[in-house]
């Protein structure tokens, strides 16, 4: 069973400052998605990244996949509150396995 | 492309009444929907697996009897909540798997509140 880790579950940032999220999973996976969630809304997709090494950049957002690590991070540079929301990783298998999210909270 | 709506966006019932649920993908087929329901501050979890056709697949500890799920095509899916308790009131997404590509698409949710 495909079991999913995102570290940290919570992050307080400040604007400007830079952060990376951490995301782990337990079997072997062919591709790993990330999303974005504000309240109240469904995800929105960011990056799919479908082999070992692939790197995808999107403005201040960029997400790697280790799949040697079982290990994915998506990295943010110079932190804008605009931001803020909560991120999921979802390795697929068979089907989507999400993590548990990360609640990023960018303050001013 | 590749639209996924969902009707209701949000619905109120009283427990004891059922609650339906679409899910239609608008520009494309899926051969295969999913059900996630989340609670608040929580992940997405999967509920049910659905094949245009047969009988869904429910996840281990989903109550097939409560939530009835029906693929009668290849671009609508239902979820009937069947007499709702305040503990059913969750945030329900839908996603189709695009027949072909095999991606899949998230629709925008819909917020079931039982009182």
């Known amino acids: 069973e495909l079991k999913v880790e995102q570290n940290p579950l919570f992050l307080s940032m400040q604007e400007g400052k830079n952060y990376t999220i951490y995301c782990n999973y337990s079997?072997?996976?062919?591709?790993l998605y990330w999303y974005r969630q504000d309240p109240g809304k469904s995800l929105e997709s960011l990056f799919v990244?479908?082999?070992?090494?692939a790197v995808k950049q999107e403005g201040r957002l960029m997400a790697s996949l280790d799949t040697k690590a079982r290990l994915s991070t998506l990295h943010i540079t110079a932190a804008v509150h605009d931001l803020s929301a909560t991120y999921f990783c979802?390795?697929?298998?068979?089907?989507?396995?999400f993590g548990p999210g990360t609640r990023l909270s960018v303050l001013p | 492309g590749a639209v996924v709506s969902q009707h209701p966006s949000w619905v109120i019932c009283k427990s004891g009444t059922s609650v339906k649920i679409e899910c239609r993908s608008l520009d494309f087929q899926a051969t295969t929907m999913f059900w996630y329901r989340q609670f608040p501050k929580q992940s997405l979890m999967l509920m049910a697996t659905?094949?245009?056709?047969?009988?869904?697949?429910?996840e281990q500890g989903v109550e097939k009897d409560k939530f009835l799920i029906n693929h009668a095509s290849l671009t609508l899916s239902t979820l009937t909540v069947t007499s709702a308790h305040p503990e059913d009131s969750s945030f329900y997404i839908c996603s189709a798997r695009r027949q072909g590509t095999g991606e899949q698409y998230f629709g925008p949710g819909t917020r079931l509140t039982v009182t």
């Open positions: 979802a390795p697929y298998g068979q089907n989507f396995v």
């Open positions: 659905s094949n245009e056709g047969s009988k869904a697949t429910y």
């Open positions: 990244l479908l082999s070992n090494g």
């Open positions: 079997t072997t996976s062919d591709r």
